[in-house]
């Protein structure tokens, strides 16, 4: 913390005031009690406890006199405004309230003397508070617990005598038993208290208003001021502070009614400064902040100026910055209340003026106290007064009191001046300004003000240049300058530059130096050209380590010590090797670099070109430039180097490779070629390095990383692409820096393959089969193609399920099964001469339907020659196909009848017909090898059955279809569904070659129901009858069941024939046994005839009706008719 | 009439910005840049919904001991800023909404040529004289 100075506030002026209450009597060394009171009073003093502030004082403590009070103040003439002391007086000196603590209980035993020595106390107190007003109150502090009032005669009879024996009013007298409610008595006690200082403090007020009338405005105008402030101060010692801030306004308007001249200038500015405070202060506490600002505002404006003596400017501006300061304070105070600020309303703004007005300060003060080292502070001291303080605020040591418009002896008068001036002298003022500075970003900070913080911080920086604290200067500097480049405020940049290049110069940092320097002479500054031009010569200097010349505006003294700095510098050996990042930076040399093309065929070379464009006023040569890329095996190639000697740098001539002329585009170009590990690779730039200087002077690589471009590039890149010259036609060989891209990375590629992959098969492919892909391969290299090898199968990145239902062979012979890969990698075909042509058959097997992709990549190694080199390249083709699957054909089952009807069930023992129907669904011919029938156990087969779609041919769209006869044995229960068992189908495309595999296609035949019936019946008739012949039938009924049957059967009479046998009979059979009964039936009409319905029904079994019976039965016949003799041609023919 | 007057980018950058010769420019450029923040701050309140009913002319934008600072947002972002003396009370509100259209006249007159490149400072010799025209007027 600093030391108050005479332009702080006074302390008793910026605490709050509170009423002031002396206590007495209290040992609070010795006495557990006393002491145990005391921290009741003192401890935990929150907001809820009354504004008092507590003092213990002995009981013979002297306190400030009271003068005699003056009766006319006809020829009084006031010295000052307020008296220095006036404030601390009031506050801490004289009580509003003196409380004598006494200790006796009512029931004493020496009642009396006890009595007589209190008196005297209060007496002894009185005395020392001759002619004050304050009240004197006595507090017994008592053992017991009082009784209820009214109830201890002996209490309130030797209180009365103890009151009259004191003089004092009843209302004065406290009892303060002290048992286990302390604090709660204690906070009865103490708001007894503030009522008494209340009324101590109304009076106060009424005795300063009451002199009101004695005053004449031509002499008192000071008293008037004076008054007031005491009344307003008064009234806030009271708590009263509505009415205290209406009389502080009133002293407010009344201190600028004074008459102003030079020797009273300060005196009234000084006072205005503590009741504008108080104004402000007492708004924001009643949180009418815009109120607090308003006065503010108005005090300023009526303030500003009242500047006083010229010769003592700086005091003015002291004042004014102090003004804005603890309006800061107060503004910041109430924010921490809970006050909101706003952006552009905010405390950052009044210490920033502050700040200003600190500047002013130290710039009127360096230019007014410029005295000659010989003049020395006049003696005697003119500044000390004989009690070490001044008497009122704001006068001067030399002539306290004195009011009229000349000074007294105008030979002091010029002493004290000089003394003053001397003294300002030593005030640190870049401490106070950067102080106040710093609590400005502060505030700016919390209130989103990143620009003005900046500013602030510049300032700062800046302030501290002018401390001669570099370091720190540049810090700030350093700190804010990207801020100003990236928002490419060049005017601003070029301003804080300039100040770090002369910080940086005047500590002899070289690297820093160099970086500013660097900029400086770049086109991002906005210096003019003579300017750039000797920085520039600095910066050749400091690169062949000479002393540069001292930069403008530094004083002579701190320029000495700088060269001396360099001179020790270049007398360093070693550490003369700087690289600096200028990616961040706009320097005076750009960079871009660039591929020629995004990628490169590794048989063709690398080019790279960087160009390099200088933005200063003279020619520059530098003796290095290097690309570094990702893969560092290339960077030796990437260097164009060419030392130079010292004097080239001074005489840069504009012929030479390595020199930069400002504002021409030069280009370098660099060739390389690719290894062929990197195929596939990105290579990128990762830096370019230029440098410049020697290895003997002092040399400094400027570092790009990527491949160039700076702060300010991309910018300049992005106008360039919307300007209208873009648009223009560039004649070829002149180079538009601003259309140069940036292109800092390539693709290292394969070299083109110059082989012919062809496939040829046929699809679709077939569901299950080996399906043909023929690969050729022709090589169409000018040499040999060394180690071809293929790479087939399932492309991978598919659906995963392929994979597993996909499997690539090379031999066509077998068929292939899950151990097959659906990819065979690296497939060695040896060596191609050129032109020659091989080819490769591939199988692969489907086994599920759908789309696939097949991968067909053919590598292999070549060697060739580029740019003089041999090397190995690896080429590769790839070519996919997209293949789809699908089904060979369909097979339709179904289970019929021996009449070729429809079953949906069959019967146990009961002949019927399994029909299959293979539908070719391939647009290419199949070839049916065989089919096979294998059977479930609970199927037979009537027969052998035998194939009867071998070496079938099958178009698209056509239908081979077969036929078994089939039966069921019998089943358990009644009826079951079982199964059929399979059907292979053995086929191969037509167009494969005879040895190809045969795939055998297995169709699951469905289940079927099948029942067991009680009685079968089945007719024996010939295949047709002819009319009027006779023809026998025979109906063969058998009984399945373990039971007798009893049966009855009918014939019904037909319109076509006649019959004979039995029409209707009722007959037994036995279990397992069959009956047989013949007719004869004589078809009467020709076609075909519906033949007598035989009627069965079943005694035991009613469901099992007629109706079902006669499905076994044929229930028509064909009738020839009666033709002329036997023709056995004619019945052929039927 | 103003005492500094200028034109700034989108970006932030400056486009133009010219003040009274015969006080300290950089200071003018300080205050200019550091009103950017007030500007970004009253943009960014008006809601994204509201942008475009937003009124121009964004009024005083902080007052500092010595100037007023004003200023006007075009719908493009494009920023005027107008630095007028503190001493000159008898500039209105009207007037310096008056001087805003003029400017954004003008402005809009420079980008309607066709040499001229959106991004780049402005030299035209109209633009020149209308703002010189407003400034203070320095004997």
């Known amino acids: 913390m600093m030391s108050p100075t005479q332009w702080d506030l006074p302390p008793e002026l910026c605490c709050r005031p509170m009423a002031f209450v002396a206590l007495t009597g209290l040992d609070v060394t010795y006495n557990a009690i006393h002491r145990a009171i005391w921290d009741a009073f003192c401890a935990n003093r929150r907001a809820d406890r009354v504004p008092i502030s507590f003092k213990v004082l002995p009981g013979d403590h002297e306190y400030p006199k009271c003068r005699t009070k003056r009766t006319s103040y006809e020829w009084y003439i006031p010295k000052g405004i307020l008296k220095t002391g006036w404030m601390n007086k009031h506050l801490n000196l004289v009580p509003a309230l003196l409380v004598l603590f006494y200790e006796l209980d009512w029931d004493d035993a020496v009642w009396k003397e006890k009595q007589s020595e209190c008196a005297t106390k209060v007496e002894i107190v009185r005395t020392s508070l001759q002619g004050r007003n304050t009240k004197v109150a006595v507090v017994l502090i008592q053992k017991k617990t009082p009784l209820p009032p009214g109830e201890d005669l002996v209490a309130s009879e030797r209180a009365a005598s103890l009151c009259n024996a004191c003089d004092l009013s009843g209302k004065s007298l406290f009892v303060l038993p002290h048992t286990d409610h302390l604090v709660g008595y204690i906070i009865r006690l103490e708001n007894a208290f503030y009522e008494h200082a209340q009324t101590y403090y109304y009076t106060e007020i009424r005795r300063v208003k009451s002199h009101k009338e004695f005053l004449n405005k031509t002499t008192h105008q000071l008293l008037f001021v004076r008054h007031q402030f005491k009344i307003a101060f008064f009234s806030e010692l009271k708590q009263d502070t509505q009415n205290s801030l209406k009389y502080y306004r009133t002293a407010y308007s009344l201190v600028h009614e004074l008459r102003t001249h030079e020797t009273n200038m300060l005196e009234i500015k000084a006072m205005a400064g503590f009741i504008n405070y108080k104004i402000c202060r007492l708004c924001f506490q009643h949180n009418t902040p815009l109120d607090a600002i308003a006065q503010f505002r108005k005090h300023i404006d009526l303030c500003k100026k009242k500047i006083g003596s010229a010769e003592l400017a700086f005091e003015h501006t002291a004042w004014m910055s102090k003004q804005f300061q603890s309006f800061g304070d107060l503004f910041d105070e109430a924010i921490k209340l809970g006050l909101t600020a706003i952006q552009t309303q905010n405390p950052g703004f009044y210490y920033q003026q502050a700040a200003y007005y600190a500047q002013e300060r130290k710039q009127q003060a360096t230019h007014l106290c410029a005295h000659e080292a010989s003049v020395s502070s006049p003696s005697p001291d003119h500044l000390e007064t004989s009690s070490g303080a001044l008497d009122f605020y704001g006068q001067r040591a030399w002539r306290q009191g004195h009011q009229s418009i000349d000074p007294p002896h105008m030979e002091k008068e010029k002493g004290g001046i000089l003394a003053l001036q001397m003294k300002e002298k030593d005030v640190p003022h870049s401490e106070l300004i950067i102080a106040l500075l710093s609590n400005a970003v502060a505030q700016f900070k919390k209130y989103k003000c990143p620009r003005m913080k900046s500013h602030l911080m510049v300032q700062m920086g800046e302030e501290y240049n002018h401390a001669k604290d570099y370091t720190k200067a540049l810090k700030l500097l350093d700190y804010v300058m990207c801020d100003y480049r990236t928002e490419r405020w060049w005017s601003l940049l070029t301003s804080i530059l300039s100040t770090a290049l002369r910080c940086s110069y005047l500590m002899a940092?070289?690297?820093?130096?160099?970086?500013?320097?660097?900029?400086?002479?770049?086109?991002?500054?906005?210096?003019?050209?003579?300017?750039?031009?000797?920085?520039?010569?600095?910066?050749?200097?400091?690169?062949?380590?000479?002393?540069?010349?001292?930069?403008?505006?530094?004083?002579?003294?701190?320029?000495?010590?700088?060269?001396?700095?360099?001179?020790?510098?270049?007398?360093?050996?070693?550490?003369?090797?700087?690289?600096?990042?200028?990616?961040?930076?706009?320097?005076?040399?750009?960079?871009?670099?660039?591929?020629?093309?995004?990628?490169?065929?590794?048989?063709?070379?690398?080019?790279?070109?960087?160009?390099?464009?200088?933005?200063?006023?003279?020619?520059?040569?530098?003796?290095?430039?290097?690309?570094?890329?990702?893969?560092?095996?290339?960077?030796?190639?990437?260097?164009?180097?060419?030392?130079?000697?010292?004097?080239?740098?001074?005489?840069?001539?504009?012929?030479?490779?390595?020199?930069?002329?400002?504002?021409?585009?030069?280009?370098?170009?660099?060739?390389?070629?690719?290894?062929?590990?990197d195929v596939g690779k990105k290579i990128e730039i990762t830096a370019v390095d230029l440098m410049l200087g020697s290895d003997n002077g002092r040399c400094v690589f400027l570092n790009w990383r990527g491949g160039g471009g700076d702060a300010a590039s991309s910018q300049e890149a992005l106008l360039a692409a919307r300007s209208f010259k873009s648009r223009g036609r560039v004649p070829e060989q002149h180079v538009e820096w601003d259309n140069v891209s940036i292109q800092a990375n390539t693709m290292i590629i394969s070299r083109i393959p110059k082989i012919s992959v062809q496939l040829s098969h046929e699809p679709p492919a077939l569901n299950n089969e080996m399906y043909r892909i023929t690969v050729s391969i022709q090589s169409n290299e000018e040499t040999v193609t060394k180690d071809v090898k293929l790479t087939a199968g399932l492309k991978p990145g598919q659906d995963a399920n392929l994979t597993q239902s996909t499997h690539v062979t090379l031999n066509g012979l077998e068929m292939c099964d899950e151990s097959h890969p659906a990819l065979l990698p690296d497939i060695a075909i040896g060596d191609l001469q050129p032109g020659e042509k091989v080819e490769k058959c591939l199988y692969v097997r489907c086994v599920t339907t759908g789309t696939r992709i097949f991968l067909f990549h053919v590598a292999y190694a070549l060697s060739t020659k580029v740019e003089g080199k041999d090397i190995t390249c690896k080429c590769h083709k790839d070519e996919t196909v997209t293949i789809e699957t699908i089904v060979p054909f369909e097979v339709a089952v179904k289970f019929v009848s021996t009449k070729f009807e429809h079953l949906d069930r069959v019967y146990v023992d009961i002949p019927f017909l399994l029909m299959t129907d293979i539908l070719s669904a391939s647009p290419w011919p199949l070839h049916l090898v065989t089919s096979q029938l294998q059977l479930a156990p609970t199927m037979a087969a009537m027969d052998q059955p035998q194939s009867q779609v071998e070496q079938v041919m099958l178009q698209t769209g056509e239908c081979a279809s077969e036929c078994f006869s089939l039966q069921c044995p019998p089943v358990l229960n009644g009826t079951s569904s079982v199964a059929s068992g399979q059907y292979l189908i053995s086929w191969k495309r037509k167009s494969s070659c005879a040895d190809a595999p045969v795939v055998t296609t297995v169709v699951t035949l469905p289940h079927v129901m099948v029942e067991t019936i009680p009685l079968y019946v089945h007719a024996e008739l010939p295949s047709f009858g002819r009319v009027r012949e006779s023809m026998p039938v025979r109906y063969h009924i058998q009984n399945r069941t373990g039971l007798v049957q009893d049966v009855e059967m009918s014939v019904e009479p037909s319109d076509a024939f006649m019959f004979s046998g039995l029409k209707q009979v009722r007959l037994r059979i036995l279990p397992g046994a069959e009956q047989e009964m013949l007719y004869n039936f004589y078809p009467l009409m020709a076609g075909y005839q519906s033949l007598p319905q035989l009627n069965i029904s079943l005694l035991r079994f009613p469901a099992v009706s007629g109706q079902l019976l006669r499905r076994f039965l044929p229930s028509r016949i064909f009738v020839k008719p009666q033709g002329r003799q036997a023709d056995d041609a004619s019945i052929a023919a039927a | 009439?103003?005492?500094?007057?200028?034109?700034?980018?989108?970006?932030?950058?400056?486009?133009?910005?010219?003040?009274?010769?015969?006080?300290?420019?950089?200071?003018?450029?300080?205050?200019?840049?550091?009103?950017?923040?007030?500007?970004?701050?009253?943009?960014?309140?008006?809601?994204?919904?509201?942008?475009?009913?937003?009124?121009?002319?964004?009024?005083?934008?902080?007052?500092?001991?010595?100037?007023?600072?004003y200023g006007y947002v075009t719908n493009s972002k494009v920023k005027f800023v107008i630095v007028v003396d503190s001493s000159n009370t008898s500039l209105r509100d009207n007037e310096i909404r008056s001087m805003f259209r003029k400017l954004h006249n003008s402005f809009t007159d420079v980008m309607c040529n066709p040499f001229y490149n959106p991004g780049d400072t402005i030299q035209s010799k109209a633009f020149d004289s209308m703002v010189s025209a407003m400034m203070v007027q320095v004997s």
Not at chain 2, 18 to 36: D, G, W
Not at chain 2, 53 to 62: A, I, N, P, S, V
Request: proline letters at 5%; charged letters at 25%.
């Open chain 1, 509 to 677: 940092h070289v690297k820093d130096y160099i970086t500013y320097s660097m900029e400086l002479v770049g086109r991002a500054s906005t210096l003019r050209e003579e300017q750039k031009s000797r920085i520039e010569k600095n910066l050749i200097k400091v690169l062949m380590n000479e002393v540069p010349e001292a930069e403008p505006d530094c004083d002579q003294a701190s320029a000495k010590a700088a060269q001396a700095l360099w001179s020790d510098r270049m007398s360093l050996a070693g550490s003369n090797v700087f690289t600096i990042e200028v990616q961040d930076y706009v320097p005076f040399v750009q960079c871009k670099a660039k591929f020629l093309s995004p990628s490169f065929h590794v048989d063709d070379p690398v080019q790279l070109h960087v160009y390099l464009r200088a933005d200063c006023p003279h020619p520059v040569r530098f003796s290095k430039l290097c690309v570094s890329l990702s893969n560092q095996e290339y960077n030796q190639l990437c260097v164009v180097e060419e030392p130079c000697k010292s004097q080239d740098i001074l005489e840069a001539s504009s012929q030479e490779n390595m020199c930069l002329v400002p504002g021409k585009t030069r280009i370098y170009s660099f060739k390389f070629v690719a290894k062929t590990e």
């Open chain 2, 1 to 69: 009439m103003a005492v500094c007057i200028a034109v700034i980018a989108k970006e932030n950058y400056p486009l133009y910005i010219r003040s009274v010769p015969i006080q300290n420019e950089l200071k003018f450029h300080y205050t200019v840049h550091t009103s950017l923040d007030v500007v970004e701050e009253k943009i960014s309140a008006v809601g994204k919904a509201m942008a475009d009913q937003r009124e121009l002319y964004l009024g005083l934008l902080y007052p500092t001991e010595d100037y007023k600072v």
